[in-house]
């Protein structure tokens, strides 16, 4: 298992089009990538689920990704996060 | 239809523009759902699954539409439709609803829609509760299938006004543009999809209406998208007005229509680069629609004078980003702070000053409070990793200047290769607006790699007039011969550097001197959206070999 925190620092947080491109990237891997965020958790293949955190500005957001691409995926996500939000 | 039966509303406008035309009031395909029990859950839910095949179909051509008429940044919210539709939990619940009550696929699709929208329609914020009206879209598309029904056609012979309560952004990109005219809404927010797309499609649109729908389908209506209002059954005296305002409004637009798309060609074959100057990001789509061929002028100041405290890096970086993504490829030219003591933020803490116009300003403010420049910089070169980004400095005076300027730029970009943060290597220029820059072009040229010449300040300067003073009209002169042979003294002195120079101020939108401009061998001519047309057609007319 990995784990990354990131803290948000989009104004508009995990918007709808973020979490659309956030869903796809965590399509392309076969771990099951979960984000949380105040004791909620989301699986991030979904999009309802992941904009049902309401992430916002300012708050952190644990990622854990589990499965045998796990090196690979927590890369990818962490610079997505970084670069999109 | 009367002086005294006029009625006047205000909505808040999302793109300008006059329409008059009868008034539709549009209503939603709002198919009342049945509960009905079935036999067979799994031939239920075989159609459920044939119906979201041809919803997500539905979905990727209308992506298909918007992507060529209003570009991938707008399109993007029907490929999340998409994703929306494929959504596990989504479809599980379906799913659930159908085997546990044996009821139709409509209900499931309906109740379901209505507890995805729930949970949004309860989140603390503005931006999410407005995500639950994407999933009423979806649902309703859904169940269109379902029923069989068509939604969102327009059946009327003449062009209208749409009024509604509101509108999905799928119901707008569906409309058929020739029969809209323009359209108010209820609802709505400035940051709904529909304002975008309305935006983009460049079609008059009030949101926030405060008008009631009942009893004015049929009637005349006149929506002034410039003033934000609507009128319904106007009078004769306004009528009259707003043709005429309508008639100047036209005839800029066909001049737009019968321009766009043509190169900025003299008739000797002389190319001419055409870029807009803006001050926000709410004018990226004035940039686009006027078919600039780029930005020439990005005033970052709205940045530092919209906010209350110095914009953080990450604030400044997802702005630079939208206008590098928007440009798709195309430059954008971004200046650097230029605040002074008559534009500026009490956070600055600047001293009033006897004569600001030659004052703490611009790069002066700069290369005093390094750390607030060096944050603008980082945010610029990581956002030149998503675009073709420039930056240039205002108010230079002397080589100096910009040799420290290329220091604290290798101090960045030694602090972001230590990060890991990914940057990129943008075009850097100067503003030419003092005479002192004038006169040492040759040396300057040799440390950029363009000019853009600020001919407001640069005529300021050079005149000593202050424009801002009407008792001064009668000594100023806009052509003043100093001013001119001062330009074409800084293109010659540029192009022998290989330096390219733009004119970014008010002269460079005077078509009474495009002509001049260009056989001084200027290359990019930087305009307020609204001229980039009218200059066009002034460079198309020109022939230099005459």
Known sequence: MREFRYVITDNEGIHARPAGELVKLAKTFTSEVKAAKDGKEADCKKIFALMGLGAKKDQEVCFTITGEDEETACEALERFMRENL | MGADSMKTYSGKSVYGGIAIGRIHVYKKNESLVRREKIDDPDAELERYERAKAEAVAQLKSLYDKALKEVGEVNA???????????????NESVEHIVRTQQVNAEYAVA??????????????????????ADVKDISERLLNVLCGSASGAVQTEEPVIIAADDLAPSETVQLDKDKILSFVTVHGSTNSHTAILARTMGIPALIGTDVSLDGIDGKLGIVDGMEGRFYVEPD????????????????QRELLSSLKG???VTLDGRKVMLYANIGNVKDMSKVLHNDAGGIGLFRSEFLYLESDHFPTEEEQFQVYKTVAETMAGKRAIIRTLDIGADKKCDYFGLEAEENPALGYRGIRICLTQTDVFKTQL???????????????????????????IHEIVAEVKAELTESKTPFG????????????????SGELAKEVDFFSIGTNDLTQYTLAIDRQNPRLDSFYDAHHPAVLRMIAMVVENAHREGTWVGIC?????????TEEFLRMGVDE?????????????RIREINLEA
Request: proline share 4%; aromatic share 8%; net charge negative.
């Open chain 2, 425 to 440: 290597d943008p075009e850097q220029g100067i503003m030419i607006e003092t005479p002192a820059a004038v006169m040492i």
């Open chain 2, 262 to 264: 043509k190169e900025n």
């Open chain 2, 505 to 513: 101020g008010e002269l460079g939108a005077d078509t009474e001197l």
């Open chain 2, 76 to 90: 993007a919210i029907f490929e999340i439709h998409q994703m929306m539709l494929e959504d596990g939990d989504y």
């Open chain 2, 111 to 132: 109740s379901t829609g209505d507890n995805f929208a729930m949970m949004f329609a309860e989140m603390e914020d503005d931006y999410m509760r407005e995500r639950a």
């Open chain 2, 525 to 537: 001519l930087s305009v307020s959206p609204n001229y980039i047309l009218p200059v066009r057609r």
């Open chain 2, 236 to 251: 004769e005296e306004l009528l009259g007005q707003m043709r005429r305002k309508q008639q100047t409004e036209l005839a």
């Open chain 2, 378 to 404: 980082r945010a610029l070169f990581r956002a030149s990793v998503f675009g073709k980004l420039a930056i240039m400095y205002p108010m230079i005076i002397s080589v100096e200047e910009i040799r420290r």
